[in-house]
């Protein structure tokens, strides 16, 4: 498979990354072919020669999608598959299921590796993948792993920023999450709107929180929903309730009430004032609010 000229960039500073730190972050907009081209790092990185990777995925069907890719990048570099059916270390590079890694019979048989990718690298905090990072660490001083914080974080907006730097070798930092979404195969959140984005995308989504989008039959929610949500609407008519019927809406350029459509040709036309120093104070005291909401929720 050639890479195209873009993609070949994006292994060359990654490869130059890992020669020089020993980790890096692999951070690529919607459509360029994430798994492409960590596919093509990772064979570089094992080349011809003894070495060993592991790449680690959550889900069956993620880990088929690496492994099909793979092959198509590299198709003489030999893989093997980690999962409830297959338990083989015997290819250059593993493909393993999290939830079968964690079981301490299956982690106790991780060989030595010379290079751990951690796919959808948000879920590196998980306790299930913490053992197999932990494990890796110990067994594998020298292993390269491959993590998202929330972009309020970031930002300064809020609280509850973690320190990775123990945790991945790589951070997905100052990402936009819009454009991860074309590249997951599900999306777990407490309460964030990405979750909401990524329904929009017909992503499936797990809310550990109650969002306003959860309890009504369209995501899988572990947290504690109201009881009064019993309606089962589309996915069409929570859009059209959240942000048509729901909302009132102002012109930012006029400054008077309009319909939806007025701010929609706004934003795709970048006709909308820009805020200044009041309004990212004012987005801080939300953020501050947020932060405590459990107090008066």
Request: with cysteine; net charge positive.
């Amino acid at each position: 498979m050639r890479l195209r000229p873009r993609q070949k960039l994006f292994v060359e500073r990654s490869l130059s990354a890992l020669d020089t730190r020993d980790n890096t972050l692999g951070i690529a907009p919607t459509g360029a072919g994430k798994t492409i081209m960590l596919s093509a790092v990772t064979g570089e990185v094992i080349g011809d020669s003894a070495a060993k990777a592991c790449v680690l995925a959550h889900r069956d069907e993620l880990t088929a999608q690496n492994r099909e890719n793979f092959g198509r990048v590299n198709p003489v570099i030999t893989t093997s598959v980690v999962d409830a059916t297959s338990k083989s270390w015997g290819g250059q590079v593993t493909f393993a299921m999290v939830p079968t890694l964690t079981r301490k019979r299956n982690l106790a048989g991780i060989p030595k590796l010379d290079l751990l990718v951690i796919d959808e690298a948000h879920h590196a905090v998980a306790d299930s993948y913490r053992r197999i990072i932990d494990h890796v660490r110990d067994a594998n001083p020298d292993a390269v792993i491959l993590y998202k914080p929330h972009p309020d974080v970031e930002a300064g907006l809020r609280s509850g920023a973690v320190d990775a730097k123990g945790l991945a070798d790589l951070v997905l930092s100052r990402t936009d999450p819009a454009a991860l979404l074309d590249k997951v195969d599900e999306v777990w959140t407490m309460t964030s709107l990405l979750g909401f984005e990524a329904l929009l995308r017909g992503l499936p989504v797990t809310t550990t929180g109650a969002p306003f989008y959860a309890g009504w039959g369209l995501t899988t929610d572990l947290g504690e929903i109201p009881e009064r949500r019993t309606a089962r609407p589309t996915l069409a008519g929570l859009v059209h309730a959240a942000l048509i019927d729901y909302p009132r809406y102002f012109d930012p350029v006029t400054g008077r009430v309009c319909p939806v459509e007025v701010v929609v040709d706004r934003l795709a036309q970048g006709r909308v004032p820009h805020p200044g120093v009041a309004n990212r104070a004012l987005s801080k005291l939300q953020g501050l609010f947020a932060t405590y909401a459990h107090l008066w929720r």
